[in-house]
């Protein structure tokens, strides 16, 4: 199955820029319907604004954007490319300008919709949608700070912790990644801890 980064949720950020105010907004949508619903959306709450400029990815699907009214290639592309950089899919990124008097020109319109852009995914939030193979692995505690690291070196998840007699924990990693993540718990603790995998999911988490 494909892995990919996706917005973990809705994230929304502003910022003034010579006395215009931009509003960016990011969505997770699933299909082109959605993301067309929410640049729809964003038009009819911010019917007032001056330009409500939008771009979206689709995963196996389309990718579009729109300057709604700004000069060509200062608005919607610029936000498309931020979506590109930050290897996002499923996105849609709509930027509302609220004009404040002063004109930015061409390189300052395409500075500040890269900003709304960026700004408003670092809100979201990225999660990566993969296998991810659920491990479960009782460990005493003072194995349990050693262990925590190596999750997080492997690009792991703890998803649950109990604590009792000894810390039991439930832990996400990459299902490529499983068997070097198990084998290096047992080395790591001198065949102490050994982990278990009880399943595998196919969706996002944060990254």
Same mark, same amino acid.
Request: proline share 3%; charged share 25%; aromatic share 10%.
């Given at each position: 199955?494909?892995?990919?980064?996706?917005?973990? $949720?809705? =994230?929304?950020?502003?910022?003034?820029?010579? *006395?215009?105010?931009? %509003?960016?907004?990011?969505?997770?949508?699933? &299909?082109?319907?959605?993301?067309?619903?929410?640049?729809?959306?964003?038009?009819?709450?911010?019917?007032?604004?001056?330009?409500?400029?939008?771009?979206?990815?689709?995963?196996?699907?389309?990718?579009?954007?729109?300057?709604?009214?700004?000069?060509?290639?200062?608005?919607?592309?610029?936000?498309?490319?931020?979506?590109?950089?930050?290897?996002?899919?499923?996105?849609?990124?709509?930027?509302?300008?609220?004009?404040?008097?002063?004109?930015? $020109?061409? =390189?300052?319109?395409?500075?500040?919709?890269? *900003?709304?852009?960026? %700004?408003?995914?670092?809100?979201?939030?990225? &999660?990566?949608?993969?296998?991810?193979?659920?491990?479960?692995?009782?460990?005493?505690?003072?194995?349990?700070?050693?262990?925590?690291?190596?999750?997080?070196?492997?690009?792991?998840?703890?998803?649950?912790?109990?604590?009792?007699?000894?810390?039991?924990?439930?832990?996400?990693?990459?299902?490529?990644?499983?068997?070097?993540?198990?084998?290096?718990?047992?080395?790591?603790?001198?065949?102490?801890?050994?982990?278990?995998?009880?399943?595998?999911?196919?969706?996002?988490?944060?990254?």
């Amino acid at each position: 199955m494909d892995e990919y980064l996706v917005p973990t $949720g809705y =994230g929304e950020d502003e910022f003034i820029e010579k *006395k215009s105010r931009f %509003i960016g907004r990011v969505w997770l949508v699933e &299909s082109e319907e959605e993301a067309l619903a929410r640049i729809a959306e964003m038009k009819k709450q911010h019917y007032d604004a001056t330009h409500n400029c939008w771009a979206y990815v689709i995963k196996d699907g389309p990718m579009r954007f729109s300057d709604d009214g700004e000069p060509g290639g200062t608005a919607g592309n610029p936000m498309m490319m931020v979506l590109q950089k930050e290897n996002l899919y499923n996105v849609c990124c709509v930027v509302t300008r609220y004009f404040g008097g002063t004109l930015l $020109g061409a =390189g300052g319109l395409v500075r500040a919709y890269t *900003k709304g852009a960026k %700004i408003a995914i670092d809100a979201a939030g990225k &999660s990566m949608k993969r296998v991810w193979s659920v491990i479960y692995l009782p460990c005493p505690y003072t194995y349990y700070e050693r262990v925590k690291l190596e999750v997080e070196a492997q690009g792991g998840i703890i998803r649950d912790t109990q604590f009792g007699s000894e810390v039991e924990l439930e832990i996400l990693v990459a299902q490529g990644d499983t068997q070097k993540f198990l084998d290096k718990i047992v080395d790591m603790t001198a065949g102490t801890v050994e982990g278990m995998e009880t399943a595998q999911e196919y969706r996002a988490f944060p990254v």
